[in-house]
Every structure is written in C-alpha cells, then in structure tokens.
C-alpha cells in the first residue's frame, strides 16, 4: 500500500452555516513539497488547523503520518515543523526564549540549529519578540518549524510578510528539506510561488478543491501581460505564429500581449529588434481560476 504523509478524506469544517472546508480529499506523499493554493478566505487556515488536529472536522478524517492528530497529538507533534500564520507571545520574551519555550511543549530540548537558522534569515535571537516586526515573527515560527528537522513541516502561509532575501532562504529550506525525504505542506495565495517550489498543488476555492496540479503544469498555465517597446517600428507578422500568445496589440513600436506559459519563443523574436522598455506582470490569481477552472470571484 502506498504511504503517505498527509492524507485527508472527505474533510469538511462548518462554522455554523458558514463553510469553511468541504469534501477535501488530499494525498501528499514522501518528499514532496505540497501546496495548498487558494485566496483569501478560501479555507486554507482551517485545513491547516484540521490537519494538525486543533480543531475537529464536521465530517471525514485526516492521517499525518498514520497518526490520527485528534487523538495522538503530542507524538505527532513531536514530528511535525509547524509554523502558524501569526501568533503571539510574551512581548518580553527574546527570540531564544520563545524558540525554547515552544520546544517544551513538545517536550523537546531547544535545537543547535535555532541559532543557525536565525543566521541564515539574519533575524536576532536575543531581541525581546515585542521589539520584533510582523515579518520577524513570522520567521521566528519559521525558524521553528525547521529546527527540529521533523520529517513533514506544515506552514501556513510562511512568505506572507517576508521580504525578497527572507523568501529565498525559505525557497532554499524547504527544497533542502525535499533532499532530505521530508515532506512540507504549506498553504499560499500566491501563484508564482506554487509553480516555482512546488511538486504539487491543491487548488482551493471557497473550501473546495478545484484541481491539483503538478508545478510544472501551473508554470505551462502562467499569464503573463507584456508591454514593450522598440526603438523602431515592429511587423506583426513576426509574433503572429507563436502559438502561447494571446490579445496581440501593436502599433508601431509598442507591443501589448499576454503570454500563456514559456517565454523563450517569444523572448527571441522580441530579441531580435532593439527593446527600449519592457514590462511583465502577472495576472491575480483570480483571473487564473476563472480563465482555467470556470469560477470567480472570492469567497464568501
Ligand atoms: N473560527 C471561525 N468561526 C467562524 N468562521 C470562521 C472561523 N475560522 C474561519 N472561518 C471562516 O471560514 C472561511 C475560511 O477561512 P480561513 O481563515 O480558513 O481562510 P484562509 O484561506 O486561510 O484565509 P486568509 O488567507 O484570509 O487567512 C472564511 O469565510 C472564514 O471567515
């Protein structure tokens, strides 16, 4: 039988009326970095919270490690990286101390790699956590989810609040981690991120699962809305074969298009006559559901 880290059946949450999370049923397997894609409101806090066991389904079940995390919590913990999306402590405690103090609770000494880790994300272990700003804190969790090298790390929403250099290093663990055999599962609203880390993906809108996905296939799905100009006038005929190019617009020496997928074709026609300007920007992940998956708007 196949093993899997995380495996979810049918899992729903309620709040009252409201639903949060409905019929999911997820497989992340060994050594795969596993997202949960979604925007705000989409449920992916509380499938977070459902798969770690701190709060109860309405209906199906999760395993983590064929455990089940309502009744074997502390030894699951013990095996688990967990980084919530914010959280809060005792503003006078410095950074060790928390990074202690979460350590007990899973009856676990403080991790030589505390230290280090804070280094490579150039966060101050010895600042009280008052003193430190949102994006600090979320790499302080971070810093705890790491440290223990457990063998499934599970963050919700770890770059929200990181700068570009703090997002890298993230990058970097959680592949390094990959190497290793572990497993991380994390929840993003942020496309370019999924397709870029990730072998796998959930889509979820309104608590549901849409599609998953390989990195891979997102990346062959990304938009991307071009302007550029030349310096001289450009043919359209140059552009119009290339297959991935959509809402073409020239005049003269400006270019507007959208570009499904890989640029290369593209790049190296536009390459061929001197560029004096050039915009990309991706479309929100919104424009992404409705084009692909036939639904919009956010969450209720
Ligand atoms: N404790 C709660 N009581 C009532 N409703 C809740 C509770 N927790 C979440 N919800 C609702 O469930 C839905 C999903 O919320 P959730 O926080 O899981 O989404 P999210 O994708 O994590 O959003 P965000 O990106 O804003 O964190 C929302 O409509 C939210 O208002």
Not at 143 to 163: C, K, N, Q, Y
Not at 222 to 245: H, K, Q, S, W, Y
Request: proline share 4%; net charge positive.
């Amino acid at each position: 039988m196949r093993y899997l880290v995380i495996r979810t059946e049918n899992l729903s949450k309620h709040f009252d009326r409201r639903v949060a999370v409905e019929n999911v049923t997820l497989d992340v397997e060994p050594g795969e970095i596993y997202a949960v894609l979604g925007p705000k409101g989409s449920g992916k806090s509380t499938l977070i919270r459902l798969v770690l066991g701190l709060i109860r389904p309405t209906r199906g079940r999760v395993m983590v490690l064929g455990m089940d995390p309502l009744r074997q919590g502390l030894a699951l913990r013990q095996r688990i990286g967990y980084a919530p999306e914010q959280g809060v402590f005792y503003p006078w405690m410095r950074g060790d101390e928390v990074l202690r103090l979460l350590a007990q609770t899973r009856r676990l000494p403080l991790s030589e790699s505390a230290a280090d880790l804070a280094h490579q994300f150039g966060l101050d272990l010895s600042r009280p956590f008052g003193a430190y700003g949102w994006g600090e804190r979320k790499i302080l969790f971070l810093v705890h989810a790491f440290m223990f090298s457990a063998d499934v790390l599970i963050l919700d929403e770890p770059t929200v609040g990181l700068d570009t250099v703090a997002q890298d290093v993230f990058f970097r663990l959680a592949r390094q981690a990959r190497t290793e055999g572990r497993t991380v599962f994390f929840t993003t609203s942020s496309l370019l991120e999924a397709e870029r880390l990730c072998d796998r993906v959930a889509l979820l809108w309104q608590g549901r699962i849409l599609a998953v996905e390989r990195g891979v296939q997102l990346r062959a799905k990304t938009l991307r809305r071009i302007e550029m100009r030349f310096a001289t006038p450009v043919a359209c005929e140059a552009f119009a074969g290339l297959p991935n190019l959509e809402e073409l617009y020239l005049e003269e020496n400006k270019l507007r298009c959208t570009l499904r997928g890989d640029p290369d074709a593209f790049l190296k026609v536009a390459s061929q006559y001197r560029i004096t300007d050039f915009i990309s920007q991706q479309p929100s992940l919104d424009e992404i559901y409705r084009r692909y998956y036939g639904v919009g708007g956010y969450a209720a």
